[in-house]
Nanobody, 116 residues
């Protein structure tokens, strides 16, 4: 079992920045990849960024160049640095972890609102 707890969401003006954190606990040695997804009102959940245990990161086209995913293995934490935020980035952001077995886990989400 893996437990994920997100933090760092909030209200930010367009053009601003936020950093989300996801703290993992439990059977973290089995995790193969961690990622951030988001779900905007009325839309399906979509992948924002992911990072493997080896540090290989991938990004959705809509956030490439603005968002950066990173991980601190000592703290068992994954971060999502979000810069140049746009109104379209407003969503609930979820942290996910996938084990080598394929089992996936999800956090409860943190709300990011981009508004003036």
């Amino acid at each position: 079992q893996v437990q994920l707890v997100e933090s760092g969401g909030g209200l930010v003006q367009p053009g601003g920045s936020l950093r989300l954190s996801c703290a993992a606990s439990g059977s973290i040695s089995n995790i193969k990849v961690m990622g951030w997804y988001r779900q905007a009102p009325g839309k399906e959940r979509e992948l924002v960024a992911s990072i493997t245990t080896g540090g290989t990161a991938t990004y959705a086209g809509s956030v490439k160049g603005r968002f950066t995913i990173s991980r601190d293995n000592a703290r068992n934490t994954v971060y999502l640095q979000m810069n140049s935020l746009q109104r379209e980035d407003t969503a609930v952001y979820y942290c996910s972890a996938v084990e080598h077995s394929g089992m996936d886990y999800w956090g409860k989400g943190t709300l990011v609102t981009v508004s003036s």
